[in-house]
């Protein structure tokens, strides 16, 4: 007697659910790296912090989900062959999604780093300039003044 196989076990139901979960905290995340970008670009850096804070708690879940998808994807080949085609077509559009959502943030992100680094380094040559003129003035404050003693000489010294 044959043994049934493995992927005949697995139904289609859950992983829908759980691309159509991970679509939407994809979704999620984009949305919080459009208000990521624009805070940045505003310099509000403590609202920042909450929308970091808010990405990581999503990128936590999204590695949960991940690891509930693994099974899947680690039998995607077999899995595929063995669904109709609108269940193909409908588990594909959302990998689609995920994926194209994916790109989306990593362009943003990779869009706010350099804006990140500029603004570093903005900060770093004001700094620089700080710190000269800071020098320039203590070395003007240091410099040797002429006491009450004679203000002039004459031809002999």
């Known amino acids: 007697m044959t043994q049934p196989s493995p992927i005949a076990d697995m139904s289609i ?3 829908v659910e759980k691309l159509t979960q991970q679509r939407d905290h994809y979704a999620q995340l ?3 790296a459009d208000r990521q970008a624009a805070l940045i670009a505003e310099g509000e850096t403590e609202q920042l912090l909450g929308v970091l804070a ?3 708690q999503l990128v936590d879940e999204l590695g949960r989900l991940s690891e509930e998808i693994a099974p899947y994807r680690e039998r995607w080949a077999q899995l595929s062959a063995s669904l109709g ?4 077509q409908r588990v594909n559009a959302l990998i689609e999604s995920v994926e194209g959502l ?3 943030i990593i362009e943003q992100d990779d869009r706010d780093r350099q804006q990140l680094q500029t603004a570093r380094e903005q900060v770093g040559n004001q700094v ?3 710190h000269h003129a800071g020098r320039a003035v203590n070395a003007y404050r240091a410099a040797p003044v002429a006491g009450p003693g004679a203000r002039f000489t004459d031809r002999r010294g």
């Open 13 to 15: 139901a859950p992983l």
């Open 30 to 32: 984009k949305q919080l």
């Open 54 to 56: 808010q990405r990581q």
């Open 85 to 88: 085609d609108g269940d193909r």
């Open 102 to 104: 994916i790109e989306q």
């Open 128 to 130: 620089k300039q700080v």
